[in-house]
T-cell receptor
């Protein structure tokens, strides 16, 4: 069990560019979550997968954001036409279906949009 | 909608002092409740949880009791240590698909 991993750890991009982040959950976990966290705030839920199905998506999530989990293993989060307001830490978490919703978080990807 | 409110920090205590961090929530039904901790330079870690009314979650000397009548899940520890310095987040989920986190409370423990 190597824990949840995220890549890259840091990303600096110019406004208007597209970025993609990757999350590798704990191998036996079928639930995967994406969050956004800004300085001084708690994580804000973005979206949730059970296996390869995206079952929940925040109403606050812009159409510029899209997430996939094509084979029910790793997941990607893409942000198109980035804006300065997208600068944040993007967190991924996973959990098993048998646990009581106990999430294990990755270290996050810090995005800076200049 | 669902929401979590936490006491504002930072909270500064001397070592061995008693700790309470207040958390109240708004939710329909019976959500599961959690405390997560983020130590400096590290990712979020689950500290404790409770899934139904009157359940008490406990871990590493920390405790929290699920109080449905007051919609609260206050975090307590009888004697804090310098190593407890961290940011603490209260969170809930109605059924495991959508989690709501509070803003976090920063705790600093002085030797």
């Amino acid at each position: 069990d190597t824990g949840v991993s995220q890549n890259p750890r840091h990303k600096i991009t110019k406004r208007g560019q597209n970025v993609t982040f990757r999350c590798d959950p704990i191998s036996e976990h079928n639930r995967l979550y994406w969050y956004r966290q800004t300085l001084g705030q708690g994580p804000e839920f973005l979206t949730y997968f059970q296996n390869e199905a995206q079952l929940e998506k925040s109403r606050l999530l812009s159409d510029r954001f899209s997430a996939e989990r094509p084979k029910g293993s790793f997941s990607t989060l893409e942000i198109q036409r980035t804006e300065q307001g997208d600068s944040a830490m993007y967190l991924c978490a996973s959990s098993s279906q048998t646990g009581v919703y106990e999430q294990y978080f990755g270290p996050g990807t810090r995005l800076t949009v200049t | 909608g669902n929401s979590v409110t936490q006491m504002e920090g930072p909270v500064t205590l001397s070592e061995e002092a008693f700790l309470t961090i207040n958390c109240t929530y708004t939710a329909t039904g019976y959500p599961s409740l959690f405390w997560y901790v983020q130590y400096p330079g590290e990712g979020l870690q689950l500290l404790l949880k409770a899934t139904k009314a009157d359940d008490k979650g406990s871990n590493k000397g920390f405790e929290a009791t699920y109080r449905k009548e007051t919609t609260s899940f206050h975090l307590e520890k009888g004697s804090v240590q310098v190593s407890d310095s961290a940011v603490y987040f209260c969170a809930l989920t109605p059924y495991g698909q959508n989690f709501v986190f509070g803003p976090g409370t920063r705790l600093s423990v002085l030797p």
